[in-house]
């Protein structure tokens, strides 16, 4: 069985930062592409950021230059570095990994969701 674990998300003022860990656990044998998705109420999931197995990142327009996300292979841990926060980022945010359990097909597994508040 996999599980993926976010820790990170809170309340912050504009303009501030947090940083978004998502940790995979479990009989993993690989693990490909890893990214962030975020959904605000009343709106559809949309990814954020990915990365893929070798390093390739994409990101949506609207956090280009604001957001960065890295992964330490290792650690099997995909991380989101959210700075320059706005009034517009504030949803819950879902770690999602593109992977293969051992004895299994690769699949899509998603974390439970951790939620980024920014008010003042």
């Known amino acids: 069985q996999v599980q993926l674990v976010e820790s990170g998300g809170g309340l912050v003022q504009p303009g501030g930062s947090l940083r978004l860990s998502c940790a995979a656990s479990?009989?993993?044998?690989?693990?490909?592409?890893m990214g962030w998705y975020r959904q605000a109420p009343g709106k559809q999931r949309e990814l954020v950021a990915s990365?893929?197995?070798?390093?390739?990142?994409n990101y949506a327009d609207s956090v280009k230059g604001r957001f960065t996300i890295s992964r330490d292979n290792a650690r099997n841990t995909v991380y989101l570095q959210m700075n320059s926060l706005k009034p517009e980022d504030p949803a819950v945010y879902y770690c999602?990994?593109?992977?293969?359990?051992?004895?299994?097909?690769?699949?899509?597994?998603w974390g439970q969701g951790t939620q980024v508040t920014v008010s003042s």
């Open positions: 990365v893929s197995s070798g390093g390739s990142t």
């Open positions: 479990g009989s993993i044998f690989s693990i490909y592409a």
């Open positions: 999602n990994a593109d992977l293969r359990p051992y004895g299994s097909s690769r699949l899509a597994s």
